[in-house]
């Protein structure tokens, strides 16, 4: 029973939280939506969200690490590689206690803690919850698109419009690699070790299990009553349930109940545990003897390492071909533009943990992931360009899903006079000068009249700028028709600033006594 409502929570908590990432036609959406991102752990500590924190601990304190079980997509993630595995395997698959990584978990949770020293590199790779929406925005949406435009196809074929076509299109050369990299080696842990990463890569994992160690609830061997078959330690594939010694390291054990009905001598169970001392030379002996019979997987260890640096590692070699997709070389943004909201880059370093959640909510398809824009320390963090759409005006989405407190919330009211970035105007290739002929598109597009068109030569106008009022939506850039390099374009604000309201000036209306042409 406890198996089945465990499985049933998950497979409808994972469904839920990966559509979310895919869906591009706001299919769900909403405060009830957004929840699904804000009450993961490590988002919730960095947004420093009291009332999911508390819940989260006193969750783990009661029944364990039901969280990684069954709220932590990357945890059920892993279910699904090590289901697969076992349905597939052409021998039965038959898991092993394995001794406890401490000074791994240990490690991995110090990396983590560099959040505070602004360096959130680091934990945005381990980071469970944002390196699978990395995976889901980076590889399994340009798929799940594909699947949609086969969709369009078939439905418009029997005049059903239900459906609309989409371009398919990879955001980040680097970023698709890192979630290839993080999903293949994740992947491969749990098809080979299950919960490998869990109990010893994952800063959650570490903090959650150093909690469960006191939970009310606990995985329990009867000793009287067991035999000490292996049947619980085969199916554990957390790998914590050591049958010879009829003991659980419940630090790592995350509540999937597999062992429970493993076991045929009914001496497992979910139950109240309550403390029991012993003495000090046979707590010392066991641990020796578990040494003895656990002897550590050096190649495992290895690879773990190896998987690690990989993942880390900034892919320097590729530099200039991943600057060549972020827009203009031609000039180079003094400063990146960052998603309405965002206060500062510091503010941004700090919060920001990559998951891409903002980037694949962006209905105007203007927020990437950056390489060096911010620096090493902000690769895969959101940033701003329009190549293939500008900011709406009215849109507020990328501060409504952030659940990590990195894109402070805004009402419309406070984005129309929040100033991300200004306007730069070269006048030396606008087609006005260059060709000597009209145009007036950035003008046309500017939602606060921060563009306009002043008279320039022969009764020609040419555009006109006034820095205070634009709140760098990046309309006026992505409708330059100037090519190569646009001739008007955005820099962004180290600290994001407030614009002067703008008062929309009336435009006169002309007869015309016959058609324009």
Known sequence: MLKKARVGISIVLFSLITFYFLDFAGLISGKAANLLARIQLIPAIMAFAVIILTVLTVLTLLFGRVYCSSICPMGIFQDIIAWISKR?????????????????????????VAIFLKFPLILGFID??????????????????????VLETVFTKFGNYTFYKMDIFIMSLFAFTVAVLTMGIIGYLAWKHGRTYCNTICPAGTVLGFLSKFSVFKIKINKSKCNSCGAC????????????????????CVDCFNCLSACRKDALKF?????????????????????????????????????IIVAAAPVAAIGDELSSLTGNDKYIRQHPIMPPGSI?????????????????????????????????????????????????????????????????????????????????FTQEICIVQTEETNCGACSEHCPTQAVTMI????????????VEICVGCGGCEFICPVRPFRAIHLEGHAVQGKAKPFEEQEKEEKEIDSFGF
């Open 233 to 252: 330690e085969m199916k554990c594939k957390a790998m914590c349930i050591n049958s010879k010694q009829k003991t659980v390291d419940n630090s790592r």
């Open 455 to 466: 008279p320039y030569k022969d009764g020609l106008t040419i555009p006109k700028i006034n």
């Open 271 to 307: 139950s109240t545990s309550p403390v029991r001392k012993k003495n000090t030379a046979t707590r010392k002996n066991n641990a020796n003897i578990a040494i003895e019979k656990s002897p550590v997987d050096e190649g495992k260890r290895r690879f773990l390492t190896a998987g």
């Open 88 to 112: 597939t395997a052409s021998k039965k698959k038959r898991y092993r206690f394995s001794k406890a990584r401490n000074i791994l978990r240990i490690s991995m949770l110090v990396a983590a």
């Open 344 to 424: 500062s880059l510091e503010n941004m370093l700090k919060h920001c943990t990559s998951c891409h959640l903002c980037i694949s909510k962006c209905p105007s398809r203007v927020l990437k992931p950056a390489f060096m824009e911010y620096g090493i320390a902000g690769i895969m963090q959101p940033t701003m360009y329009f190549e293939k759409g500008f900011c709406n005006f009215d849109c507020t989405i990328c501060s409504e899903v952030c659940p990590n407190g990195a894109i402070k919330q805004l009402t419309k009211d406070e984005k129309h006079l929040n100033q991300g970035g200004y306007v730069v």
């Open 128 to 149: 469970p919850y944002s390196a699978y929406g990395r995976i889901v925005t980076n590889v399994f949406r340009p798929v799940y698109m594909a699947g949609n435009n």
